[in-house]
């Protein structure tokens, strides 16, 4: 994992017909996310599969996309996805990470619950009832700390 500014790859990855459909949460194709990957706010956080877009939100507060190549999903994107956390509390101002996923995007869901978000709240996004989840700092640290103890 490396912090990228291809957005090119992350178009190709976030419009190919095997991500679309789990990320789009209602929005037509394609999606050009060149604009979010320029401002320097953002981090785009990928590998050779895809990766992790963060977006500012506001001070502290990042929202995550998530989108991988069905080769880099599973066991594969579950390691991306514990480095992309502790380089956002580390190596960033990020307090906080917020994501939604949708009701039927059970992958997702197993996804984000595995990094130990916590659901906040049930939400509706471009008319898709979804799942909102947090991860915060503090939350992160408390499960490096459970890990260790293992």
Not at 32 to 60: K, T
Request: hydrophobic share 40%.
């Amino acid at each position: 994992m490396i912090r990228s500014i291809d957005a090119a790859f992350l178009n190709r990855v976030v419009n190919h017909n095997s991500v679309f459909p789990h990320v789009s949460l209602g929005a037509s194709k394609p999606l050009d996310l060149s604009a979010c990957v320029a401002d320097s706010r953002n981090y785009f956080l990928a590998n050779e599969f895809g990766g992790f877009l963060l977006l500012r939100q506001h001070d502290y507060v990042y929202q995550v996309h998530t989108q991988f190549l069905p080769e880099g999903r599973g066991k594969t994107a579950l390691k991306a996805g514990r480095w992309a956390a502790h380089y956002m509390f580390t190596q960033t101002d990020c307090l906080r990470i917020d994501t939604t996923v949708a009701y039927d995007n059970r992958h997702a869901d197993w996804f984000t619950k595995a990094l130990n978000f916590s659901k906040w709240d049930d939400v509706v996004v471009n008319g898709v009832p979804s799942h909102y989840y947090v991860l915060t700092l503090k939350q992160w640290a408390r499960s490096l700390a459970c890990q260790q103890a293992q």
